[in-house]
Structure formats: C-alpha cells, structure tokens
C-alpha cells in the first residue's frame, strides 16, 4: 500500500512539473535577437535600439548577437533551428523575402519556419548620385539615361540585394538602361559614389542620408509617396513622374515556429510599447525610418504580400545566388 502511494505521488509530481514550468514568467532569462550583418548598419543599429526597449521592459539583458553573411540567412538558419521559447529572435528584413527567391536551396522557409512577431520600421530608398553628375533632378537623370543608355552605372550592396533590384525597377519605370556593378556591401559603394567610381545608388535612407547631409551626395529624390520629415528638401519619386517606383526597406522580429502563443503575445506588445517611446522615435526620425507597430497576424500578412513582391522582381532581373 505504501508502494502504490509513493508511485501515485510520484505521477502526480511528474504531471505537476511542466505545468509549473509553463507557469514561469516569460521571460526569466536573457533574450538573443541575431542579426544577419555587421555591427554599424541599420540592421544592427535598430536591433539595438529595440533590444534595449524591451530590456527596460522585461527586466532582462537582450543581447543582440551578430552573424553576417549570405545575406542573413546564417542567423536565419540558427534562429529557424532554436528552440521556441522566445529567447532566440531573428531580425528580419526584406532581404529575407527576397532570399526566398533568390537562393534556390534555403534550409529554412519564411513562411514555414518562423512566427512573425511584430513589424518594428520602415524606411524608404533613396537616389542618390555623386556630387560631379551632371542630373541635378531626377527628370533630368531620366533624360541624361536615355541619351546614353548603358554608360550611366549605379552600385549596389551585391546582386539581388534591394539595392540591385531598385535599380531593376527604375530601369523598367524609366524605360532606360543602366549598368549594374555589385559590391559586397553599401559602405564599399558608397565610398565609390563619393569619389564619383561610380555615378548613381539606390541605397536606404539611414545608410545615405548622412552623405547627403554633409554634401558628399546629393539625393534626388526618396522613393516613397511622401516626402521624409528629416530631409524635406529631398523630392519624392512622384513628384518627378515615377508614381510607381517606390522602394521601402523595413524590418520586424520573427520567433521560431511552434513558440506559445502567449510569449508572441508578449513580445509584440514590448515591440509595441516601445515604438511609442518619445525618445527612440526621435531618433528614428532623424535617421529617416517610420515606426511600424502592428499585431503578428498584419505582420505575417505583410511579410507573405513582400515574398511574393519582390519574388516578381527578381525573377524579372535574372539575379540568382547559391
């Protein structure tokens, strides 16, 4: 009798166990957001920024942990395989829904492989050329293109990549053709565009803004259906006749698929609370990025309308990638 006591106590201490660990706070422990490049760039710059947000929230270290390369998808790849409890986070970006058409064998799925969390930014591209070049408007550029077709070049941060298919779209937009040179990233072609190696880019508006602020570039116009707060100078697409060339960049949070809805729920609500914060929206504002609050469920339609977008355009531009 005793030996059948202590085995039912010992069934309902084993029963008991998960139930009290689900009961834990979340979270209880440092939280990772991986981020797919390099320390200093946007990416990393507002991973930072809302690492530190949620951290004041949660009352535990976020810890922004960068792993660069193949346009993101090493850190996609890592968070795809994590366990999902919430402490390891993606930092994706319209790069990742591009990859989905650009690299033929990922070993994870967008759409099958992560719960959409929550948007955190927007920002448009901007057409920015060297000082030298003699299209001071984009009009003019339009014209200058047409009456040298092949010998005006822009520069992007690598083939397929936003800044490539931009390019594409101006192109097909403005019914001219340029030529394209890859680099291994914006700063390299940036720097080129300084010194007038090349003559045009169509990079994001933090990573260029600062250029043509200083007078390094001058910026013909933001790729977007308004006019950016922090540059008000810079005309928009629109105004310029392109309606339809707008390009924006953003990024959000992604969890690995299977994590508990109520740890979702959670971490949205901090993306959320922090993007009404006076603080970091000014200095969002400065960098030219529009705050994105949202809900998984808008998030996770955005990201699936942005795979299938820029699907068309890369398949429309050729690009490819191993």
């Known amino acids: 009798m005793r030996r059948l006591a202590a085995l039912f106590c010992l069934t309902l201490l084993a029963h008991g166990l998960p139930a009290a660990r689900a009961a834990e706070p979340y979270p209880d422990k440092p939280i990772r957001i991986l981020v797919g490049y390099a320390p200093g760039g946007s990416a990393d710059t507002l991973a930072r920024m809302i690492g530190q947000a949620l951290g004041r929230q949660f009352g535990q270290p976020v810890i922004i942990e960068n792993r660069p390369g193949a346009s993101g998808n090493i850190a996609a790849t890592a968070v795809a395989r994590a366990a999902p409890d919430g402490y390891t986070l993606f930092l994706g970006s319209n790069a990742t829904a591009i990859n989905m058409t650009l690299y033929r064998n990922l070993p994870f799925d967008l759409r ?38 092949g010998q005006v070049n822009f520069g992007s941060s690598g083939t397929g990549s936003s800044t490539h298919l931009s390019g594409v779209m101006f192109e097909q937009q403005a019914d001219v053709t340029l030529t394209h040179i890859p680099y291994k ?71 690995p698929r299977g994590t508990p809805e109520a740890v979702v729920a959670a971490l949205n609500a901090g993306i959320n609370k922090a993007l009404s914060e006076p603080d970091l929206l000014a200095r969002f504002k400065s960098m030219g990025v529009q705050a994105e609050p949202g809900t998984p469920q808008s998030f996770d339609r955005y990201v699936n309308d942005e795979i299938d977008r820029w699907g068309k355009i890369v398949r429309t531009s050729g690009a490819s990638a191993e």
């Open 112 to 149: 099958k492989s992560f719960t959409p969390v929550g948007m955190i930014g927007s920002f448009p591209n901007v057409l920015t050329v060297t000082p030298g070049f003699p299209a001071r408007t984009l009009r003019e550029l339009v014209d200058y293109a047409k009456h040298h077709p």
């Open 185 to 255: 990233g914006s700063a390299p072609a940036l720097t080129d565009l300084m010194t007038g190696q090349i003559d045009v880019m169509f990079d994001n508006a933090p990573s260029s803004l600062p250029y043509v602020q200083s007078g390094k570039l001058r910026a013909l116009a933001v790729l977007s259906p308004a006019r950016l707060d922090s540059a008000p100078d810079i005309p928009t697409s629109a105004e310029a006749g392109l309606p339809h060339f707008q390009i924006k960049s953003w990024y959000g949070l992604f969890a």
